[in-house]
């Protein structure tokens, strides 16, 4: 393919947050009296904010009014903004730089499409910021993955079409999103459970550049 541009995910691509969504969530779960394991926490790789409250709420039969939804959102994003606040570039995951500058090398726009909120912040922290040609984000979007809003987004901010795109991420949500776009999507993880790819790496470092943009 002709390829102008790689948008990537955040949370699980790049750098591992999940630890942190987890204990920010099992926290609140405990409150309220709610089982969740690290496998549950599975379930809410790229799935947004309130998604995955109303998740929990479903395991322990809770229904919430919205103002009591936004309440206990604004706990778990004060819990989680503290765990992730010691975050510095040494959480890049290994490969993030090399592939970011081989990208460059090659002419292909670099960018960010995420499900998170605190995503400038995140990038901020590692300290990859300014390497992005645009950054996508829930901030700006209405509906999240595995709606394609996010990644349209990002290729309009790159100024270059879907189909010049190659997307990439660990989540299924992640993986509808890209491909729904009109993107080629690339995930990160496991073959079996991100079926929807064209090709699947373990994770960043693993990626053969020539290889994806083969695809
Ligand atoms: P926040 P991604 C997603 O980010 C995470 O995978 C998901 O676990 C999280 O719930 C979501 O962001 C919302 O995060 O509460 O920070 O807005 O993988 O799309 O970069
Ligand atoms: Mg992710």
Same mark, same amino acid.
């Given at each position: 393919?002709?390829?102008?541009? +790689?948008?990537?995910?955040? !949370?699980?691509?790049?750098?591992?947050?999940?630890?942190?969504? %987890?204990?920010?969530?099992?926290?609140?779960?405990?409150? #309220?009296?709610?089982?969740?394991?690290?496998?549950?926490?599975?379930?809410?790789?790229?799935? !947004?904010?309130? /998604?995955?409250?109303?998740?929990?709420?479903?395991?322990? /039969?809770?229904?919430?009014?919205?103002?009591?939804?936004?309440? #206990?959102?604004?706990?778990?994003?004060?819990?989680?903004?503290?765990?992730? !606040?010691?975050?510095?570039?040494?959480?890049?995951?290994?490969?993030?730089?090399?592939?970011?500058?081989?990208?460059?090398?090659?002419?292909?726009?670099?960018?960010?499409?995420?499900?998170?909120?605190?995503?400038? %912040?995140?990038?901020?922290?590692?300290?990859?910021?300014?390497?992005? !040609?645009?950054?996508?984000?829930?901030?700006?979007? +209405?509906?999240?993955?595995?709606?394609?809003?996010? %990644?349209?987004?990002?290729?309009?901010?790159?100024?270059?079409?879907?189909?010049?795109?190659? /997307?990439?991420?660990?989540?299924?949500?992640?993986?509808?999103?890209?491909?729904?776009?009109?993107?080629?999507?690339?995930?990160?993880?496991?073959?079996?459970?991100?079926?929807?790819?064209?090709?699947?790496?373990?994770?960043?470092?693993?990626?053969? #550049?020539?290889?994806?943009?083969?695809?």
């Amino acid at each position: 393919m002709n390829c102008h541009a +790689v948008i990537f995910d955040l !949370d699980g691509v790049l750098t591992d947050t999940a630890i942190y969504h %987890f204990h920010a969530w099992k926290a609140l779960a405990d409150k #309220l009296g709610i089982a969740f394991t690290e496998h549950d926490n599975e379930q809410l790789k790229g799935v !947004d904010r309130l /998604g995955s409250l109303r998740w929990i709420l479903q395991q322990g /039969g809770l229904t919430l009014s919205e103002a009591e939804e936004a309440r #206990l959102m604004q706990q778990k994003n004060a819990h989680y903004l503290a765990l992730i !606040d010691h975050m510095t570039a040494a959480d890049l995951y290994p490969g993030v730089q090399p592939l970011f500058a081989a990208l460059r090398q090659s002419g292909i726009k670099i960018g960010l499409a995420s499900a998170s909120k605190n995503a400038a %912040f995140v990038v901020q922290r590692l300290g990859i910021a300014a390497q992005f !040609d645009y950054i996508a984000d829930a901030n700006q979007v +209405v509906n999240s993955k595995p709606d394609p809003e996010v %990644f349209l987004l990002a290729a309009k901010g790159l100024g270059v079409t879907p189909e010049g795109c190659i /997307g990439v991420e660990d989540a299924l949500a992640g993986i509808e999103a890209i491909n729904r776009a009109g993107m080629k999507a690339i995930g990160i993880g496991d073959a079996k459970v991100l079926s929807g790819a064209i090709r699947v790496y373990p994770n960043v470092k693993a990626i053969k #550049l020539e290889e994806m943009l083969g695809v």
